[in-house]
């Protein structure tokens, strides 16, 4: 499971209803807010969060990124004399997240200015990153950063922290293998956990994104992962949307975990067959040449999929897309 958030148990917290009779030298410091917490991470799997960096103690961030607006790209052509324009694709574009930082209470001036260029230092960057809140812990953002002025007040400070999501969806943080069922809200989850793995040669694969998952045209990632055997013409259809893949080329030597064979369209095989967006590989080789080159979709919803000649486990591992 990836750790997203601080595992540290003392993080800064609003003040209690209740406060506890903490008096003197080495009391809890409450806030009038509820800090939100926030981790970056240069690979979607190692997260740093903010309540783990020293420097940035006292520096919070009091409002996270709302429901984020969809922002939608058009590419349309003028036909002939017919009315109005045709839609030839769509894509979602950049779109700009912000935050709200403030920092309170600091010893001084100086104090004030270093926690402000430490703010900055662990989030500005060459490289984009993502970006996962507290608020929606099951979601992140592939970000770049910008700072406002920091607005001073004696010795405190706010400021905005404007990212552009380049984008212009967000990601679920595991994938379908490892997502807990009661993270988050409004992810078009099932009431049932759905089912990512299976033995049968039909069954429905479940995608709760809002678009489908596409590797050829928009690079999502999609693992289909098949460990058995098969005694030859292995085929995988998509009934929803009609795509397929099969692997019909043949074997005229035999390797490693492969039956030998010379007859043309027989491809038999033991061992791990896995489709890895458009690339395909046989026990970890490369198998492209032994496929008909297609490829396998997700549409939005249920996904009725049908595997023909082959008997073993079959796995389906993706991450979810979102519109907010």
Known sequence: MVQVFSTKKDVPSMYPFLLPTENGVGARKYYHYQPIEYSISADGKTWVSCFDVPELEGVYCYRSPDVQPAVQTDNLKKIGLMDGQRLLSSSYDTRQITMQVVAMDNIDESDSLLAYDALQRFLVSREAYWICFSQWPQRMYYVKAKLSAPTFTANSWSATVTFTDLIGLSRSVVTSLTYTQNEGFGNNM?????????????????????????????????????????????????????????????????????TPTSKEGQSPFNGTWEINGVRTTLNGKSDQMQTDDGVIRLQPGSNEILVDNFSGKITFDFPFWWLS
């Open 190 to 258: 099932q009431n049932a956990k759905p089912e990512y793995t299976f033995t049968g040669n039909s069954f429905i694969v479940f995608n709760p994104s809002d678009v489908m998952i596409d590797p050829e045209r928009r690079g999502h990632e999609l693992k289909v992962i098949c460990e058995g055997t098969s005694n030859g013409k292995l085929k995988i259809t998509n009934k929803t949307t009609g795509d397929s893949i099969s692997r019909i080329g043949a074997y005229t030597t035999g390797s490693s975990g492969d």
